[in-house]
């Protein structure tokens, strides 16, 4: 075991940006830094994020297009089927509504799009309704990239959503292997990696990140880090535990913003070159310290998170301004 204070930073930063990948004590160590060191941990990690990123932040926006009827029993999610949250319930939104929600998304100063479904995976009328979907999006708003949360996907169905114009796929890991069946027993781990694989095979770009404070140790958060990290995940969203009323997690309230923002730093750290996004919970986790999430991260979400609040884009383009950051461009 090595402590934070036997990592020289500037070495750390160097190697990172030379393509070594930090050792496993190592990531542990910058899990476990003394919230006093957390600001030279924070301008470490920021340099690394600079050299991909430099100061632009991309801004996200998800539309929850099947909302509360999905089979599966994930403890934090407030759509499964063992949820009693009090939550919206609806099949899919029609074809109308998914583009009235990029074009909501635009004016939202978004550059990525994000239907989410509620469901195992798609079936034939599920994936002829959003490719319908994707192609009427691609062409009103080409310059608005476009993801898909539906669950378990083959490798042909990620192929026909790839010609209809989708350009992304979010499947989130969400833990580690070994933390998985404590969070969700009707797929595994493993379903997870394959449709990250599948997407891959299919020459879309993969999202897939995971939730912190579901009560996991520290060793599952670097576990995930470097799965994220060994996958090649273009996009990794980083999402904080809020816990909801009527879950299994409802009642799980283990996080602080300076854990929140030392995991951040993991994940940039070890994946110095892809998107890392600030994701769901972030206003309850992080308050005051939000900002300091893109030393780490280049893009965040606003308008909310599927079935809870979040802030507007104006409320968190002034907080990354403040920050001494830049929003980009919207499509
Ligand atoms: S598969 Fe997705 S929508 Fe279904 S319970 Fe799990 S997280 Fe919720």
């Given at each position: 075991?090595?402590?934070?204070?036997q990592?020289?930073?500037?070495?750390?930063?160097?190697?990172?940006?030379?393509?070594?990948?930090?050792?496993?004590?190592?990531?542990?160590a910058?899990?476990?830094?003394?919230?006093?060191?957390?600001?030279?941990?924070?301008?470490?990690?920021?340099?690394?994020r600079?050299a991909?990123?430099g100061r632009?932040?991309?801004?996200?926006?998800?539309?929850?297009?099947?909302?509360?009827?999905?089979?599966?029993d994930?403890?934090?999610?407030?759509?499964?089927?063992?949820?009693?949250?009090?939550?919206?319930v609806?099949?899919?939104?029609?074809?109308?509504?998914?583009?009235?929600?990029?074009?909501?998304?635009?004016?939202?100063?978004?550059?990525?799009?994000?239907?989410?479904?509620?469901?195992?995976?798609?079936?034939?009328?599920?994936?002829?309704?959003?490719?319908?979907?994707c192609?009427?999006?691609?062409?009103?708003?080409?310059?608005?990239?476009?993801?898909?949360?539906?669950?378990?996907?083959?490798?042909?169905?990620?192929?026909?959503?790839?010609?209809?114009?989708?350009?992304?796929?979010?499947?989130?890991l969400?833990t580690?292997?070994?933390?998985?069946?404590?969070?969700c027993?009707?797929?595994?781990?493993?379903?997870?990696?394959?449709?990250?694989?599948?997407?891959?095979?299919?020459?879309?770009?993969?999202?897939?990140?995971?939730?912190?404070?579901?009560?996991e140790?520290?060793?599952?958060?670097?576990?995930?880090?470097y799965?994220?990290?060994?996958?090649?995940?273009?996009?990794?969203?980083?999402?904080f535990?809020?816990?909801?009323?009527?879950?299994?997690?409802?009642?799980?309230?283990?996080?602080?913003p300076?854990?929140?923002?030392?995991?951040?730093?993991?994940?940039?750290?070890?994946?110095?070159?892809?998107?890392?996004r600030?994701?769901?919970?972030?206003?309850?986790?992080?308050?005051?310290?939000?900002?300091d999430?893109?030393?780490?991260?280049?893009?965040?979400?606003?308008?909310?998170?599927?079935?809870?609040a979040?802030?507007?884009?104006?409320?968190?383009?002034?907080?990354?301004e403040?920050?001494?950051?830049?929003?980009?461009?919207?499509?």
């Open positions: 075991m090595i402590s934070f204070e990592i020289d930073l500037d070495q750390l930063v160097a190697g990172i940006l030379a393509g070594c990948e930090i050792d496993r004590e190592t990531a542990s910058i899990l476990s830094c003394p919230d006093d060191r957390l600001p030279d941990l924070l301008n470490a990690t920021r340099r690394v600079e991909a990123f632009r932040v991309k801004i996200c926006v998800l539309r929850n297009a099947q909302s509360g009827i999905c089979p599966e994930c403890g934090y999610c407030s759509q499964s089927r063992v949820s009693k949250a009090d939550i919206p609806y099949k899919m939104q029609p074809i109308a509504a998914l583009v009235e929600g990029a074009r909501v998304a635009v004016d939202s100063g978004a550059r990525r799009y994000c239907m989410v479904c509620s469901m195992r995976g798609p079936a034939r009328p599920d994936l002829d309704h959003l490719s319908e979907a192609d009427r999006i691609r062409g009103e708003f080409p310059g608005l990239e476009l993801c898909l949360s539906i669950g378990i996907l083959e490798r042909e169905h990620a192929l026909e959503l790839k010609d209809a114009g989708a350009g992304w796929i979010n499947h989130n969400n580690s292997r070994r933390f998985y069946p404590r969070i027993s009707t797929h595994t781990y493993d379903d997870r990696v394959r449709t990250i694989e599948n997407v891959r095979a299919a020459g879309l770009s993969t999202c897939s990140g995971g939730i912190i404070g579901m009560g140790g520290d060793a599952d958060i670097v576990d995930l880090a799965a994220t990290r060994r996958l090649e995940i273009n996009s990794v969203p980083v999402n535990l809020a816990p909801i009323k009527g879950t299994p997690l409802g009642g799980m309230n283990s996080l602080t300076e854990k929140c923002l030392k995991a951040a730093c993991l994940f940039r750290l070890l994946n110095p070159k892809s998107e890392v600030a994701a769901g919970g972030r206003e309850l986790n992080l308050g005051a310290r939000q900002g999430l893109f030393n780490a991260v280049n893009s965040i979400f606003v308008n909310g998170y599927l079935t809870t979040g802030w507007d884009y104006a409320r968190t383009r002034e907080m990354i403040r920050a001494g950051f830049e929003p980009e461009t919207a499509a």
